[in-house]
């Protein structure tokens, strides 16, 4: 990776990073608050449901709208890169389903995901600190997992080929 490529990419995940803190999005009670849709229901339950987090969900996909429109299309060079890397299978398996089951259920339980976790362990506290351990200690374990499963092959109805 060149230097251009690196420098850009230490100022893209700053970028993220301020975003994420500037939304709110490092702030656990923040997210359980607008997962918690039983405070649409009954507030005096359950608490009051926090729309916020939509607010920044439609900003992210505004951006990345813009960024869509602006990007080199497949075919042509991308700005950075010899070639683009897309993704080639669009199946769905028990892998995938059992990752995003984990990962939401991580979400509502932590009030985290990966991004604002590591936005907010540059500021400490221990209850952060040990969400990003326990993440890296999850991903380098699903690697290991992976490693040793065979990889899924791909059929004709996954790859859209006849």
Do not use: H, Q
Not at 82 to 94: E, G, H, K, V
Request: a positive charge.
């Amino acid at each position: 990776m060149t230097k251009m490529r690196w420098m850009l990419a230490l100022v893209s995940g700053a970028l993220f990073a301020v975003g994420l803190v500037l939304s709110g999005m490092t702030e656990p009670a923040r997210v359980i608050g607008f997962l918690n849709v039983g405070g649409l229901i009954d507030p005096a339950r359950f608490g009051r449901w926090d729309p916020s987090l939509a607010f920044v969900m439609g900003g992210a996909v505004a951006v990345s709208l813009l960024a869509f429109a602006i990007t080199p299309r497949p075919g042509r060079s991308p700005w950075l890169a010899d070639r683009f890397r897309l993704p080639t299978r669009s199946d769905i398996d028990a892998r995938l389903l059992v990752g995003a089951a984990l990962f939401g259920v991580g979400w509502g339980l932590g009030g985290y995901c990966p991004g604002p976790a590591l936005a907010s362990a540059l500021t400490g506290g221990a209850g952060t600190l040990v969400f990003v351990a326990a993440l890296a200690l999850g991903m380098w374990a699903a690697t290991r997992i992976a490693s040793r499963s065979p990889a899924p092959v791909p059929t004709p109805a996954s790859t859209g080929s006849d």
